[in-house]
């Protein structure tokens, strides 16, 4: 699964946490001039842009100190959205029954897309049906995955 390091996750999540959010994951994705570090928090009722900014301006002064990041990059803090993204194994165990849209890295089967619910989690696979049928997706193995938002 595409993630930022574990060291990114242990000087945002005390951060995020104490001021009583969830952090949801954290994506640290190369760009033409710097990278883009965005970090997605929740809470119950959803997240304002108020939330983000505090955020935002609490976990700048970590990481000025800190340094995570080599070279320039933006910091983006964000809702995880209807279409949450799911960072971590035990976010499939905690959105079962869910739809969720899924990308390999490497083609399985002749395939890299996969859509339908969530059944649950064994070992390291996700077991995804898809319309009756029956798929083992290793999460190693997995680019991005998305809850497909339900209206």
Known sequence: MRQAPEALYRLAGPVVESLGYEL???E???QPRG??????IDRPGGVTLDDCERVSHQLSGVFEVEEPVRGPYTLEISSPGFDRPLFRLEDFERFAGRRVRIRMQVPRAGRRKYTGVIVGIEGDEVVLDEEGERHRLRYADMDQARLVPEY
């Open 24 to 26: 949801v994951g954290i």
């Open 35 to 40: 990278s883009l570090l965005r970090v997605y």
């Open 28 to 30: 640290l994705l190369p």
